[in-house]
């Protein structure tokens, strides 16, 4: 009689045990669907951009895209160079300067992905690699021309100076710290989220190599 009472007790605790695990489980779980559907929000809000949410690597959210392209850092710099052509012995310089003004950002039409995991409530976030999207020339100025004695200064020398200028100015911003600018700034506004606010968030990126978009 005793052990069938003590056996009884048993069986009673686990049944306990099992249904409080469960509502420990469902509601962990709800917490976490909460949480992801508030972060779509809050990127669709900021971002014009829906990211591909994932709940313990199932898929709770699709990712939707409404634009293009995000410049989350901008620089301005100055930049000068000297054309120089010779022939027939003959040489003709021409020096320009000019004003030009770039941005990095993100391409939205690659994936944004966010993970989360129900039993730590990690979130990591995989962002595209930042990217160089335009670099404009705002302003330009001849500083200095001198044609040769048969090799004259015309127009043309002007425009393939100016070519060789916004060159220039493509190199300086790539070899710039403008992509880890674009990349502070991004993490910054992220991390800035209500839904994330408490949660431990890792944030990566997808490899790849640097490429400029929309220069010419």
């Given at each position: 009689m005793k052990t069938r009472y003590i056996l009884l007790v048993l069986v009673t605790m686990l049944i306990c045990f099992i249904l409080a695990l469960q509502f420990f489980v469902y509601e962990s779980a709800r917490a976490v669907r909460e949480i992801s559907h508030g972060i779509s929000q809050e990127f669709k809000n900021a971002f014009d951009t829906t990211p591909l949410i994932t709940v313990?690597?199932?898929?709770?959210?699709?990712?939707?895209?409404?634009?293009?392209?995000?410049?989350?850092?901008?620089?301005?710099?100055?930049?000068?160079?000297?054309?120089?052509?010779?022939?027939?012995?003959?040489t003709k310089t021409i020096s320009v300067r000019g004003v030009f003004v770039g941005k990095a950002g993100f391409d939205l039409n690659e994936s944004v992905k966010i993970d989360l995991r129900t039993t730590s409530k990690q979130v990591t976030i995989t962002l595209p690699e930042p990217k160089i999207l335009s670099v404009e020339m705002t302003q330009s100025e001849i500083t200095d021309q001198q044609g040769g004695i048969v090799n004259w200064l015309s127009p043309d020398d002007y425009q393939a100076a100016l070519?060789?200028?916004?060159?220039?100015?493509?190199?300086?911003?790539?070899?710039?710290?403008?992509?880890?600018?674009?990349?502070?700034?991004?993490?910054?506004?992220?991390?800035?989220?209500?839904?994330?606010?408490?949660?431990?968030?890792?944030?990566?990126?997808?490899?790849?190599?640097?490429?400029?978009?929309?220069?010419?």
């Open positions: 313990n690597n199932r898929v709770v959210v699709s990712e939707s895209h409404a634009i293009a392209e995000l410049a989350t850092a901008s620089r301005t710099l100055s930049t000068e160079t000297t054309l120089t052509s010779t022939w027939l012995h003959s070519k060789q200028l916004n060159d220039v100015a493509k190199q300086q911003l790539v070899a710039s710290s403008i992509q880890q600018a674009a990349k502070d700034e991004m993490e910054k506004r992220i991390r800035a989220m209500a839904a994330l606010k408490g949660l431990p968030v890792k944030i990566q990126y997808e490899p790849g190599p640097i490429i400029i978009r929309k220069l010419e």
